[in-house]
């Protein structure tokens, strides 16, 4: 699969994936859809790993993998941003719309919007008269894409998703093993098993989930939504990894691409 193509399929798989965590990390204010007292609501939600890590940091991302692989393959290198345009010089017997003009300005070009033609085709932009040392030729000239640009800016920004997932990936798997702040029976909103060993960690332990009274279900809510961000988080960090690789392929040895074949007299 040519770079461009993999980083819209990355960009399209990634935006799901970060609205998922964004859902969840705000399920986590509502545990079992009951609305709490802000100092009743666990500590490491507020760390927003799902609406910031895995949410907003990957969607920018994602946007710009977006536009690096829409308009599929494109055939350029590392060096297509300092030079935007790519001229060509044509016979004028073979290309009629270029018609050199009775008044000719020295030392500049006169351009003319070029229509489709079956020897050309439509993907070049104008035809213009260029001074040379022989005098004025005709050129016909074109804008090269710069999806190069846009490969080192997706890199660059997949680098920061790859952090925000990683992010997110830490203070699930905090959250997962330090266990909710929940009411253990006098009203008290505590800690329970922040000082577990992993050995009897709650996790393992099912039957000592009783010592949360209130909210109802809140461990089981906890670990379900800790665990989708969990894995949202390994997922988007291994997909912008992977594009933070596709991309610098793609701006140093150049996309793959169906190159266009043009058929230009002259040239």
């Known amino acids: ?45 507020w760390f927003f790993h799902g609406i910031l890590g895995a949410g907003i940091l990957v969607i920018l991302p994602a946007f710009m993998m977006l536009g690096a ?73 074109r804008k090269l894409p710069q999806t190069g640009v846009k490969m080192l800016l997706s890199v ?8 925000g997932g990683a992010y997110c990936v830490v203070i699930s798997l905090l959250g997962l093993i330090w ?24 996790l393992f332990n099912q039957t000592t989930w009783n010592i949360c009274k209130q909210p109802e279900n809140i461990i089981l809510w906890n670990i379900v939504l800790f665990s989708i961000l969990l894995i949202i988080g390994v997922i988007e960090a291994i997909l912008c990894f992977i594009q933070v690789i596709n991309g610098l392929t793609g701006f140093i040895c150049g996309t793959c691409m169906r190159r266009r074949k043009t058929n230009i007299s002259g040239m």
């Open 1 to 45: 699969m040519c770079t461009g193509k993999c980083s819209k399929c990355i960009g399209i798989t990634l935006f799901p994936l970060a609205v998922c965590a964004i859902v969840s990390n705000i399920l986590l204010y509502f545990p079992n859809g009951q609305v709490l007292q802000l100092s009743e609501i666990t500590d490491l939600v």
């Open 179 to 202: 266990g909710p702040l929940c009411d253990t029976g006098d009203g008290e909103y505590l800690y329970p098993f922040r000082n577990d060993t992993l050995e009897d960690n709650y």
């Open 69 to 141: 692989g829409g308009a599929g393959c494109c055939a350029n290198r590392c060096g297509v941003f300092p030079w935007l345009y790519q001229s060509a010089p044509v016979s004028p017997l073979t290309w009629q719309s270029c018609e050199q003009p009775q008044t000719m300005i020295l030392n500049k070009t006169i351009r003319k919007p070029v229509p489709d033609a079956p020897s050309v085709g439509p993907s070049w932009d104008f035809c213009f008269y260029g001074q040379t040392a022989t005098g004025y030729i005709p050129f016909i000239t």
């Open 156 to 163: 660059i920004l997949s680098v920061l998703g790859f952090a």
